[in-house]
């Protein structure tokens, strides 16, 4: 009988993979190097069943050797600050107090003349707007009494030492009277109608222009301010644009600041121009209703005086009569 051979065990198997697997590298690195001496390959064991749990790894020919793994590299940005011209051009307070003082000289006296012109606007208003009120309810006084009173006379007590138009009014056609008074008795009342009514209108367009005083200082300044901020502006671009060649850069944060404190000179401007034009029609229209009030007790006093002269004529005709 012959010799039955013994199959290899699953532990036995595995060692003779590995053996192979380690003397198969020797001989590749035995190669590469040179003046090796050739490597003395083993004899390889007999080819036996694979178990199935067992892994082969895969046949590398030879002088082959193991790619590399390649991972992903990861790119870090890399921070870029500010430039340099932006960090020196660009204010760090953009308020609008912050955009004067940083404006130039030019646009700094445009700034504080419109500024200036504005406060005078508002003391303007203050003023003419107590004086008019005042000056339309005397007036109303003086005409209410004109109107009441029947004769010049009376009206001249009912209105007293009063030193409105109305009562200047009814003083100056007491003093025409008593001027023409001589002439009455040779000449018709036509021609002391006529002084009394050129008094009064003379008197009358008196009052009206120191009512209107301080009102063309409002038309000046809503005509010119937009101007004048303009003014300011242009010249503030202007440095600008020079402040931007010198830089070498056209960023909008270092074009920016320069032209909105040009800006800012319009916008005064028209803060200033705005309120000054709105006020003087509001004064336009009061001042002219305060004239017709005072044309309203120039018509009662010229009343008074034909009143007057009708008297003065019909009472020696009723004593001729009686006698």
Known sequence: MGIREKPLSRHGLIAALLASVVLSAGGTAAQ?????????????????EAAP??????AMQPGETTPA???PTETTPIETGPS???SLTLPHDLSPWGMFMAADIVVKAVMIGLAFASFVTWTIWLAKS???????????????AIGNAATLNQAGRALGHNSGPGALLVRAAEEETALSAGSLDHVSGDGLKE??????????AAAARRMSRGTGVLATIGSTAPFVGLFGTVWGIMNAFIGISQAQTTNLAVVAPGIAEALLATAMG?????????????????IAGYRQILADASAGVERLVSRDLDFRTVAPAKQMAAE
Not at 53 to 58: H, M, N
Not at 195 to 203: A, F, G, M, N, P
């Open 32 to 48: 590469e190097q040179p003046g090796a001496a050739p490597a003395i390959a083993a004899p390889a064991p007999a080819p036996a």
């Open 53 to 58: 749990d067992a892994v082969v790894p895969p």
């Open 69 to 71: 793994e390649i991972t």
């Open 84 to 86: 340099t011209a932006t």
């Open 130 to 144: 107590l004086e008019i009120l005042g000056g339309k309810l005397r007036a109303r006084r003086a005409a209410q």
């Open 195 to 204: 002084r009394v009514t050129s008094r009064l209108s003379r008197i009358e």
């Open 270 to 286: 028209l803060v200033a121009a705005i309120p000054a034009v709105v006020i003087y029609n509001v004064f336009a229209r009061s």
